[in-house]
């Protein structure tokens, strides 16, 4: 395992790691469309901590085996069931929600672990795609309580 970044946040930080994260993804050989989405998921990830739990999280960015994973957490109370169980696009007059679908499509595999006591959003991809097809989800074990223990890929 590498470890690529680990950073606190607040909004004011959004900016600068976002360019962060594309650096060090870019680095680690995701590129064009790849590389975009995996970004945008990160950026999605870190803009909810900001905006739904409190303002602030922590970003942890690594590689391991041929994936790189991004990991955002926060001390919020948590994200509505109906919104991380949900695989749907939500209908265009709704508030809120799209922001956990887009990460969903845009990654390999995403992983919430949310609860009243914080978030943890896994985010994953491979950095050497397979042939269209032949991608296989990958399968992560989360804590049972965010902050505690380790995930494995």
Avoid: K
Avoid at 21 to 26: D, G, N, P, T, Y
Avoid at 90 to 97: E, I, K, L, Y
């Amino acid at each position: 395992m590498r470890t690529l970044l680990t950073q606190p946040f607040t909004l004011d930080d959004v900016p600068a790691l976002r360019q962060s994260v594309a650096r060090c993804a870019e680095r680690s050989g995701l590129s064009g469309s790849r590389l975009a989405d995996f970004v945008l998921a990160v950026h999605e990830s870190v803009v909810n901590a900001v905006e739904h739990a409190g303002g602030h999280g922590h970003l942890r960015l690594w590689t391991v085996d041929g994936f790189i994973c991004a990991e955002t957490t926060d001390r919020g109370t948590g994200i509505p069931a109906r919104y991380v169980d949900g695989h749907r696009l939500p209908a265009d007059f709704a508030a809120t929600g799209r922001g956990i679908f887009l990460i969903r499509e845009l990654c390999d595999a995403a992983d919430f672990r949310t609860g009243p006591c914080g978030t943890t959003v896994r985010l994953t991809m491979r950095l050497r795609p397979q042939a269209r097809g032949a991608m296989e989800r990958i399968r992560i074990t989360v804590p049972d309580r965010p902050g505690s223990g380790r995930f494995s890929a």
